[in-house]
């Protein structure tokens, strides 16, 4: 199970911060990600990091958004800054994981984060 939070409304210009975390028993959790669907568009990839730690990020957020992971807790974070209006969207997270009740490696999928950058 993932759990996701802290979307909000912020201003443009503003910073925010969401997490997802998993829950329940893993044999291994491997890359993580952050996608996001805006209103009228395709999910599309925003952000992944790999369990070792590299990190790549969609053209339109390089150098204002950080993906980040905490492996102790099981967790992705994503730090946007100097928010614009188009990073309006739901904001998914995407964990490749091994979990102990299942014989496949799979993609899992949190339920999303809503994200208003608004005046």
Not at 105 to 119: A, E, I, Q, R
Request: aromatic share 10%; with cysteine; net charge positive.
């Amino acid at each position: 199970q993932l759990q996701a939070s802290g979307g909000g409304l912020v201003q443009p210009g503003g910073s925010l911060r969401i997490s997802c975390a998993a829950f329940g028993s893993f044999f291994s959790i491997n890359a993580m990600g952050w996608y996001r669907q805006g209103p009228g568009k395709q999910r599309e990839l925003v952000a992944g990091i790999t369990s070792g730690g590299s990190t790549n990020y969609a053209d339109s957020v390089k150098g204002r958004f950080t993906i980040s992971r905490d492996n102790a807790k099981n967790t992705v974070y994503l730090q946007m800054n100097s928010l614009k209006p188009e990073d309006t969207a739901v904001y998914y997270c995407n964990l490749n994981m091994h979990v102990t009740t299942s014989p496949f490696v799979m993609d899992y999928w949190g339920k999303g984060t809503l994200v208003t950058v608004s005046s």
